[in-house]
């Protein structure tokens, strides 16, 4: 009987195993960064939201008591800012400010024929939007947001 003295690892083994590492190491980026993608989503339609909740505060403190029933106003991205009713958003897929001064975000607010007041949001971030609704390009009701609703831009 031979005895063979123990060794370290051949290249190959050693091969085999940096394979086997990468390949583990790629699986956990792709879902790490599926991860990141979806929180970034998710912060986007927050910030729809954050949009939409501004509108309400300035509707009912301003303008849409006004309104006669089935007419709408909008409400820009800039004017509730300027009013103080919203801090300037964050892109979170870029990380820069939405500039309220150009940035062609709104929310639609339309009163009812019972004076009940229905909100839809356009929010355009930098490289992604949430502005589509029924397949056309339009404000969406605020039930209906979500992250598939949001588009390249």
């Not at 939409?52 to 301003?62: K, M, S, T």
């Not at 940035?103 to 490289?127: H, M, Q, W």
């Not at 589509?132 to 390009?137: C, D, M």
Request: with cysteine.
């Amino acid at each position: 009987m031979l005895i063979r003295m123990k060794r370290g690892m051949t290249l190959i083994e050693l091969l085999a195993v940096l394979v086997i590492i990468g390949i583990v190491a790629m699986i956990v980026g792709l879902a790490m960064w599926t991860v990141i993608d979806r929180a970034r989503e998710r912060a986007f339609v927050s910030d729809a939201y954050g949009l939409y909740e501004a509108a309400r505060l300035y509707v009912g403190a301003e303008k849409v008591e006004f309104l006669p029933a089935r007419s709408s106003a909008i409400l820009s991205y800039g004017e509730l800012v300027g009013n103080g009713l919203l801090d300037p958003i964050e892109d979170p897929f870029t990380g820069n400010v939405l500039p309220p001064e150009t940035n062609p975000s709104y929310v639609l607010a339309t009163k009812r024929e019972d004076g009940g007041i229905d909100y839809a949001v356009c929010l355009k971030g930098e490289t992604k939007q949430l502005c589509t609704y029924e397949g056309r390009e339009q404000p969406i009701p605020v039930e209906a947001l979500g992250t598939e609703a949001i588009r390249n831009r």
